[in-house]
C-alpha cells in the first residue's frame, strides 16, 4: 500500500468512478453496489428491453426474471441488480460522502410512464454468500412497491399482495430464489454432464426443485418450489446478462443450465417467455439477443471459426479441451430450451471431427476430448437433438456409432 495514498476501487470496464488513478486499491465495496455508474449503464439495458418486448409483443413487459451473478455484480458495480430495480421503477440513493447506498427511492407513475415490471431475482450461489446487504436491499424495494396503492394493471406486484394478511403477503411477495443454503448451480449441471436425463421436462423440473430456496425478508433459504414455479410461470422474460467478451454462452454448460434451465422449466409448465442475453461487454452500445440467435451466432462466429480453431490448435492439449467445451454447452443448449439447433450441430461436427485436419489435431494431443466431443454428437443423434443432413457424418476416423438409428428422446420436439 502506499503510505497515504486514499483507497479507491479497482478498474473494471464502464465505471468511471475508478479515477482517479494512484490510490491503493479494492476489489469494490459491496456497501456501494449498485454504484452510480452502474446505474446509468443499466439505464440502457432497460430501455433495449422495455422497447424489444414492447415492438415483439405489443404491450408493456410486467412479469420477467433476472439471473442475477455474484461474479458479473463484482465486475460491474451491480448493473444487474440496477437493471431489476429500475424495471420495477425504484432507483437507489446514496450517501454523498462515502458513496454508499443509503436508501430507496420509488419514481412515481406519473414520471415512470409505464407499468412497473414484477421482477424475480434467480441469484447464485456467490451472489447469495456474498451480497446480503444486496439481497435486503432488492427485499426493500419489493415491501416498498408491493405496499402501494395503485392500479393493478400498472403495478402487477402490489396486485398480487393485495387483501392478503401477513404471513401470506410475505409468501405471495417472494421475489428472490437460488439454491438451496450452501448449494450451488442449478441443479441441472450433473445431469447434464453425465447424460442423466430422459426428457426436457425432466430437466425443467431439476431446474424448479434446485432453484427453489426464497430468500429475503427473513427466510434464509426456506423451501419454496411451488413458490418459484409461480413467478416461472407468469415470467413474461428472462435476461442474463454477459458483462465481458473474454468469455460467451458456449465456454462451458454453465451459462446453459442457467438460461437452458429456466426455459425448460417455463417450458413444462406451459410458458413461452422471451429468453434474453443481454450483451453489455461494450458499456456504451449493450446488445440484446435471444438465446437461440446467440447461441447461432457464437457457434458460426467463434466455435466452429477455423481462425479461432487455428488459434486453439496452437495451445496443444489446453486448446483442445476448450473446443470440446463448446461441443458440451452447444449439446446442453439443445437439450434444455425449445427450438432446434440442427445448423449449429452441422457447423460443428463439420469444422472439428469432420475436419481433417482438426480431427487429427484433436487425435494427436488429446484423444480424451476427442472421444467426449465424439459421444456429445453421438448423443445428440440418438436423442433426437440433431438431425445430420448426410446419412453418414462419421469423417475420416469413422469409429462408428455415430450415424445409427437416429432415436428421439420423449418430450423432444422433431
Known amino acids: 500500500p502506499r503510505v497515504g495514498a486514499p483507497d479507491g476501487p479497482g478498474a473494471t470496464r464502464g465505471r468511471a468512478a475508478v479515477l482517479p488513478t494512484g490510490r491503493n486499491l479494492f476489489g469494490i465495496d459491496p456497501r456501494a453496489i449498485p454504484t452510480r455508474a452502474a446505474l446509468v449503464l443499466a439505464e440502457r439495458a432497460a430501455a433495449l428491453l422495455l422497447d424489444r418486448h414492447r415492438q415483439e409483443q405489443g404491450d408493456w413487459l410486467r412479469s420477467a426474471v433476472i439471473d442475477l451473478w455474484g461474479s458479473t455484480s463484482l465486475r460491474t458495480g451491480g448493473e444487474d441488480l440496477a437493471l431489476a430495480l429500475l424495471l420495477m421503477g425504484v432507483r437507489p440513493l446514496w450517501d454523498e460522502g462515502s458513496g454508499r447506498v443509503s436508501g430507496l427511492e420509488v419514481v412515481p407513475l406519473a414520471v415512470l410512464d409505464r407499468p412497473r415490471v414484477d421482477v ?22 419489493v415491501a416498498t412497491v408491493a405496499a402501494r396503492d395503485e392500479h393493478p394493471g400498472w403495478n402487477p406486484l402490489a396486485a398480487a399482495a393485495r387483501g392478503l394478511d401477513e404471513a401470506a403477503r410475505l409468501a405471495a411477495t417472494a421475489r428472490i430464489f437460488g439454491a438451496a443454503p450452501g448449494g450451488y448451480g442449478t441443479g441441472l449441471e450433473d445431469r447434464l454432464a453425465r447424460g442423466a436425463w430422459e426428457t426436457r421436462e425432466e430437466l425443467g423440473a431439476a431446474y424448479l426443485a434446485g432453484s427453489g430456496f426464497a430468500y429475503g425478508g427473513g427466510r434464509d433459504g426456506c423451501a419454496d418450489a411451488a413458490g418459484f414455479a409461480r413467478r416461472v410461470a407468469a415470467a413474461e422474460a428472462f435476461v442474463h446478462i454477459q458483462d465481458h467478451a473474454e468469455a460467451d454462452l458456449l465456454d462451458a454448460p454453465d451459462t446453459a443450465a442457467h438460461e437452458g434451465g429456466f426455459a425448460a422449466a417455463a417450458a413444462s409448465l406451459g410458458g ?7 450483451d453489455t461487454s461494450r458499456a456504451e452500445a449493450p446488445r440484446l439477443r435471444r438465446v437461440a440467435d446467440e447461441v447461432a451466432r457464437v457457434v458460426r462466429g467463434r466455435a466452429a471459426n477455423p481462425a479461432w480453431l487455428a488459434g486453439m490448435m496452437r495451445h496443444g492439449y489446453r486448446g483442445a ?94
Do not use: C
Not at 413461452?272 to 443481454?278: D, G, N, R, V, W
Not at 448426410?390 to 428421439?408: F, I, S, T, Y
Open 120 to 141: 424475480t431475482l434467480r441469484i447464485s450461489g456467490f451472489f447469495r454468500d456474498g451480497f446480503p446487504g444486496q439481497i435486503a436491499l432488492f427485499e426493500q424495494a
Open 272 to 278: 413461452a417467455p422471451a429468453l434474453y442475453h443481454a
Open 321 to 414: 479441451a476448450e473446443i470440446a467445451r463448446g461441443v458440451d454447452a452447444l449439446h446442453a443448449y439443445a437439450a434444455t430450451v425449445p427450438g432446434r439447433f440442427d445448423a449449429q450441430f452441422e457447423l460443428l461436427f463439420a469444422a472439428t471431427l469432420g475436419d481433417e485436419v482438426v480431427d487429427r489435431f484433436l487425435q494427436d494431443v488429446n484423444p480424451d476430448a476427442r472421444a467426449a466431443m465424439r459421444t456429445r454428437f453421438d448423443e445428440a443423434v440418438r436423442r433426437g437433438l440433431w438431425h445430420p443432413l448426410k446419412n453418414n457424418v462419421r469423417g475420416e476416423g469413422d469409429d462408428r456409432p455415430l450415424a445409427g438409428v437416429q432415436g428421439q428422446s420423449p418430450g423432444l420436439p422433431s
